[in-house]
Structure formats: C-alpha cells, structure tokens
C-alpha cells in the first residue's frame, strides 16, 4: 500500500467503536480485506494504524534482531505491547480496546492522520499540541531533515 494521505477528525463511541471516515477508507479499502494492525506508537502519545503489508515489512526486519542481545529482547518486547489485529466490521468501525485507547489518552473526539508509514490516531488535543509545538522551528526542521546536505533527500 502506498503512503496514505489526509487527516480526518472523528468520534469514538462508549464502546471505543470508531467510523473509518469515508476518504481514509477508500485509501484502505483494497488492504480492508486482511484486518490491519493496531499499536502503540514509538515516540508519540498517539496509535498506528498498519495494513498486513506494512506490518509483515516491519515484523520482517524485527525478525532480524539477534534475540539472545538484551537490548533487542527488551525492544521486541516493547514494540509489541499491546499490539491488536482489528477488521472493520460491517458498518466499516474498527474497535479501539481500552488499554490502547488509555494508552493514547483517546477520548471521543479523534484525529486519523495519514503518513507514509501507516495512519497515526490521537486524541484531537494531543494532535493539535503536536502539529502547533511553540518550542519548534519547522522551517529549521525542514532544513535539517530534508535539506539535501548529504544529496539524500533530493526533492523533484
């Protein structure tokens, strides 16, 4: 699957049942058909969304890890806490289980944002800390991570 694109506010019933929205899920329908793969994410205080193609490239390179290395047990371990498969049900809902859900401080009020490595799900607040931060200069940012000083991120 390609990079998915858009951000896509939303609402979380009682349940922690949540209403694909109709433009996310016309990017993921071709992918629907195999569940996807719900987790904590890494660095932020947010949940990833994966399709089973994106989770099998991942699991295949964490396959990799030397497991008798400590520090790579301790990573495996902690990567997969809390890792659920989910499918959408018939009226196109994934459900959020609570520990996740506390996890990402996940209320009612969602934010889906598209990126290339799967779809990041937030509360609507943290997302709004996250994407307005007052102590970033982004255009320093851009110029660090995509300003070709190596020739590596040369753009079209």
């Avoid at 858009?6 to 992918?31: F, H, I, N, T």
């Avoid at 008798?68 to 989910?86: E, I, S, T, Y």
Wanted: aromatic share 8%; glycine share 8%; net charge negative.
């Amino acid at each position: 699957m390609n990079s998915v694109l858009g951000v896509y506010e939303c609402s979380m019933d009682a349940k922690g049942r949540v209403l694909l929205p109709a433009g996310l899920k016309r990017q993921l329908d071709a992918a629907a058909h195999e569940g996807f793969v719900l987790k904590r994410s890494v660095f932020s205080p947010c949940l990833e969304l994966h399709t089973m193609a994106q989770w099998r490239v991942i699991s295949e390179k964490i396959g990799k890890l030397n497991r008798f290395v400590k520090k790579n047990a301790d990573f495996v371990r902690l990567f997969h806490a809390g890792v659920k498969m989910v499918e959408l049900d018939a009226s196109g809902r994934i459900l959020i289980a609570k520990d996740l859900a506390g996890f990402a401080g996940l209320e009612r009020e969602l934010v889906f944002s598209g990126t290339p490595f799967g779809v990041e799900i937030w509360s609507r607040s943290a997302y709004e800390s996250a994407v307005n931060p007052s102590d970033l200069d982004f255009a320093q940012l851009a110029e660090d991570v995509m300003g070709g000083q190596n020739g590596d991120h040369e753009l079209p």
